[in-house]
């Protein structure tokens, strides 16, 4: 994602030629985003990281409100499912 690779680069304090390599970070509640402020995600399967993602960037409570609304509504989930524009 943007943010890793934002966080790999300024953290190593090194700037690479191209656009390519390993990050390391877990993105999970509690995360402070340092660039991002949108995301568009679809609704994600139980325990999984695309989810924690999605819970650090909105928080625990809104993103429950999302997935009761999509619930009630007939929502379709996972990857080819419908999404959300966080903003």
Do not use: C
Not at 16 to 36: C, Q
Not at 50 to 57: K, Q
């Amino acid at each position: 994602t943007l943010e890793s690779i934002s966080d790999n680069i300024f953290s190593k304090h090194t700037f690479p030629d191209g656009i390519s390599g390993e990050a390391d970070i877990f993105i999970y509640p509690g995360y402070s985003f340092k660039l991002v402020d949108t995301l568009i995600t679809n609704f994600h399967a139980p325990r999984s990281t695309v989810l924690l993602l999605a819970a650090a960037f909105t928080g625990d409570t809104l993103l429950r409100q999302a997935y009761q609304e999509a619930l009630e509504n007939d929502y379709s989930f996972l990857s080819y499912g419908d999404s959300m524009l966080i903003l």
